[in-house]
């Protein structure tokens, strides 16, 4: 059993940063894949990044390649997503999720409660 608490939200202006944490209880943090979603108002579940067990292999969704960063600390059951050059359109509600390593939603289990991120023009 997992529980993800995300946090690092705000309000920013477009061209900012903000980064997001997502803190993980349980002692098998190490062993899971961790990712982070998003969600626009009356939009569906998005696919933002990913990260191995071990920090190895990370992947992104081409709309944030080349300006968020995931990155996890095991030692502190905590991964993160720095994001840069923050456009409008990255509004939304940011869910981490741990389970295995893929850009399907579908198939994580567990679901932090998200935290909102809004950035203005």
């Known amino acids: 059993q997992v529980q993800l608490v995300e946090s690092g939200g705000g309000l920013v202006q477009a061209g900012g940063s903000l980064r997001l944490s997502c803190a993980a209880s349980?002692?098998?943090?190490?062993?899971?894949?961790m990712a982070w979603f998003r969600q626009a108002p009356g939009k569906e579940r998005e696919f933002v990044s990913v990260?191995?067990?071990?920090?190895?292999?990370?992947y992104y969704a081409d709309s944030v390649k080349g300006r968020f960063t995931i990155s996890r600390d095991n030692a502190k059951n905590t991964v993160y997503l720095q994001m840069n050059s923050l456009k409008p359109e990255d509004t939304a509600v940011y869910y981490c999720?741990?389970?295995?390593?893929?850009?399907?939603?579908?198939?994580?289990?567990?679901w932090g409660q998200g935290t909102q991120v809004t950035v203005s023009s």
């Open positions: 999720a741990a389970g295995p390593y893929t850009a399907r939603a579908n198939n994580y289990v567990y």
């Open positions: 349980g002692r098998t943090f190490s062993t899971f894949n």
């Open positions: 990260i191995s067990w071990s920090g190895g292999s990370t």
